[in-house]
């Protein structure tokens, strides 16, 4: 019963380079969301996506960042000429379509690091 | 939009003391109340839940409190043993429809450590 996955682990990326965060969510779940962690505070969400749907992505910076759910595949965000401000832990959560399942399940992370 | 707010931002205990950490919200639309451990460099798992149609939940060591009308929830960890520190956040979200529907809001974190 594999949880929720997302790749990589830890990303390097130079100022001006694009940065791209996958997440598999967990089997059954069709619900996912991602949230920024910045050093030493709390989550903050970004986008809440469905099947090739963005329901919500106010919390995501109008330039630069991008995100997707695809019919197939992994959902993908996307952060085109990263900024040292960039640099923080990504977390992707999924939880299931079905009334009354709202809880959320968090990935492991993809810590990203811009020089 | 919603504003969760957590205190206290640190907290030290013995072993087998209780501890507890409150949250207030302000968006009254927010009916499901979840809690987050995260311990450092891993990620954020969830340890109890509430929705708005219970005032109080309790699973083991944990429980969790909720007050509507106050719009302020707490996590209580009794028994508190030196594995229980950690980052613990609370969150807030409204259900039933709409375009916020499952966006979590959360608190600023406590860093809970017990001392054996």
């Known amino acids: 019963n594999a949880g929720v996955m997302q790749n990589p682990r830890h990303l390097v990326r130079r100022r001006g380079q694009e940065a791209r965060l996958r997440c598999s969510p967990m089997k059954g779940h069709s619900h996912v969301y991602w949230y920024r962690q910045l050093p030493e505070e709390g989550l903050k969400f970004m986008v809440y996506l469905q099947k090739e749907n963005i329901i919500d992505e106010s919390g995501m910076p109008k330039e630069r960042f991008s995100a997707e759910f695809p019919k197939e595949g992994p959902s993908i965000l996307r952060i085109q000429q990263v900024v040292r401000g960039d640099s923080a832990a990504y977390f992707c959560?999924?939880?299931?379509?079905?009334?009354?399942?709202?809880?959320?399940?968090f990935g492991p992370g993809t810590r990203l690091t811009v020089t | 939009g919603e504003n969760v707010e957590q205190h206290p931002s640190t907290l030290s205990v013995q072993e087998g003391d209780s501890a507890v950490i409150k949250c207030t919200y302000s968006?009254?639309?927010?009916?499901?109340f979840p809690w987050y451990k995260q311990e450092l460099g891993k990620r954020p798992q969830l340890i109890i839940d509430?929705?708005?149609?219970?005032g109080e939940k309790k699973d083991q060591r944990i429980a969790v409190t909720l007050n509507k009308t106050a719009k302020h929830f707490s996590l209580h960890i009794t028994e508190t043993q030196p594995e229980d520190s950690a980052v613990y956040f609370c969150?807030?979200?409204?259900?039933?429809?709409?375009?916020?529907?499952?966006?979590?809001?959360f608190g600023q974190g406590t860093i809970l450590t017990v001392h054996p």
């Open positions: 509430i929705r708005s149609n219970v």
């Open positions: 969150a807030a979200s409204p259900l039933g429809g709409g375009t916020s529907y499952g966006k979590l809001t």
């Open positions: 968006d009254s639309a927010s009916n499901y």
């Open positions: 959560a999924s939880s299931q379509d079905r009334v009354g399942f709202y809880e959320q399940y």
